[in-house]
């Protein structure tokens, strides 16, 4: 059974701080990593995505992967209170595009 | 660019009720998904169509059946609802190829069985 795992949370920053995001997995064969940020009542949204080892960054977001420990990270730099939501970890599975989802961790940003 | 659409957006049946949810993409893309989202379950995949004219079970088809109309359109059919499909379901869609596969959700649609 392929995993992936995340901390559930909550984990609360405060505004300004980096938020520390974290999830590993478990099939050495994956090739595609994805971090999704889901509002309260809405759907998933694309915000990273990370195909290969080391760092990628987009604003303030910054994804880390590390195929080696199968764990890849989602740092938040300057976190605001926009950024409270629940942040979803996936990985590429099987041949035919199937994600594979992680719990997701909930972040709560405290003015 | 309207993105991934799903109707409706609420939906309540009573137990051994049918109704399809439908959903559009207008990004031109070849895959489309089903998913339900339940609290501590995370999202799962219903079923998948990699291409038009292909569907493919996931990890929790049974209770649903889909159909691929045509490139932009994937339904997704109750055919005698049950309590435990209560759920918010998203489907969403990506381009198939090589290692990527970055999937777009649409907004979702609540359904709550009586």
Known sequence: QKEVEQNSGPLSVPEGAIASLNCTYSDRGSQSFFWYRQYSGKSPELIMSIYSNGDKEDGRFTAQLNKASQYVSLLIRDSQPSDSATYLCATLGEQGGKLIFGQGTELSVKP | ?114
């Open chain 2, 1 to 114: 660019n309207a993105g991934v659409t799903q109707t409706p957006k609420f939906q309540v049946l009573k137990t051994g009720q049918s109704m399809t949810l439908q959903c559009a993409q207008d990004m031109n893309h070849n895959s489309m998904y089903w998913y339900r989202q339940d609290p501590g379950m995370g999202l799962r995949l219903i079923y998948y169509s990699a291409s038009e004219g292909t569907t493919d079970k996931g990890e929790v088809p049974n209770g649903y059946n889909v159909s691929r109309l045509n490139k932009r359109e994937f339904s997704l059919r109750l055919e005698s609802a049950a309590p435990s499909q209560t759920s918010v379901y998203f489907c969403a869609s990506s381009v198939l190829g090589s290692s990527y596969n970055e999937q777009f959700f649409g907004p979702g649609t609540r359904l709550t069985v009586l």
